[in-house]
Each structure stands twice: as structure tokens, then as C-alpha cells.
């Protein structure tokens, strides 16, 4: 997806929770998608359940009928009724953060960040200065060894969104880790 939306996270965390398990292996998506078509009369493949969870590269937006099969999927008439009664809803109420939270403020030239997030992704970070990172080891991830980026902060339960990474001199797109359950690893060393 090109812009995070913020009712579709909540959606897809409620379609989640509906299903009864964390969605981390591609037999959760063929049993989802089979589930799904048991309870709607509806088709939603397995593929592009991975790629609306993150699992497997995204497409920029989902369709609006997917969206749809996914409410009722909740109990939910649409994507749109879904969305009305979000507006009523405690879900987005601001609040203050009270989660472990590494700030860049806080740390010296070659501090040692480790961060983590579903599924199986694990990056070491080292602290350049001026809110800006090196990438040292990644696993699993699409972050590389050599990758550097500016944030401020770093926040256990969110996701971790980089506005660019700078790759072999050039500048990547906008960067988002974690974004269904958020950093689930956050350590300095």
C-alpha cells in the first residue's frame, strides 16, 4: 500500500483476531482464505491475503471489494459500515505513548539498536549520530547490511516507518516495518 490507513490495520487485526490464530505461515492463509469463503459464500485468495498482512510484497491499494469481503468476513454489511462505526469507536482515540521507546536523543556514535518484528525479521542497527542509522545485519528483511536512514525513535508494539533509506548512494522509497503488530524486538546493547 502506498499510505498506511489506519482502518484497514484495525480491520485486518480484527479479521485476525476473528480467525483465532496469528497469521504467520502460508498454511494460515490457505485455512484463512478457506474460512473466509465458508463464512462470506466469498472468494479472497490465499495471495492476497499475504499481501494485504504484509507476508509477501503489496500491491499500492486494495480493492474496494476485497475490503468488503473482509467486513462481512467481521460481521460487518461493508468496508464502508465498517468504517462509519469506527467513528464512535474507542479504537482511535488518542492517547499518550507508555511503551519502551529507544530514542536517538538518547544515544551515543555507535551505539548498537537490535530490532525485531513478525515474521521473523531481526535487523541490528548502529547509532551514527545525528538521528541516523547504519544498518549492520539483517535477517529475513528487506533492510540490507550498508543501509542507512534517519528516526528520531524506535517504539516496542509500533511500526517503524522510515521516509527513505539511503542504498548504494541512492534513495529508496518510503520504508514500513512491523505494520501489522508493530516492533515485537527492541534492544540496545
Known sequence: ??????????????????????????????????????????????????????????????????????????????????????????AFTSTFFSRKTVYASELKDGDIVRIGWDPDRLVKLKYLGNNEFEVLESLNSQLLAGDKFEQISFMMGYPLYISRILRDGEYTPSYIAGMQNGLNLLEKE
Open 1 to 90: 500500500m502506498t499510505k498506511i490507513i489506519p482502518e484497514l490495520n484495525y480491520l485486518l487485526r480484527l479479521v485476525e483476531k476473528h480467525y483465532g490464530r496469528h497469521l504467520s505461515t502460508t498454511t494460515d492463509f490457505e485455512s484463512l482464505s478457506v474460512l473466509i469463503e465458508r463464512e462470506t459464500g466469498e472468494l479472497l485468495s490465499a495471495s492476497t491475503l499475504k499481501r494485504l498482512y504484509g507476508y509477501v510484497s503489496m500491491k499500492p491499494v486494495p480493492r474496494k471489494s476485497t475490503l468488503d469481503i473482509l467486513a462481512r468476513f467481521i460481521g460487518k454489511k461493508s468496508y464502508d459500515q465498517f468504517r462509519e462505526e469506527l467513528k464512535d469507536s474507542t
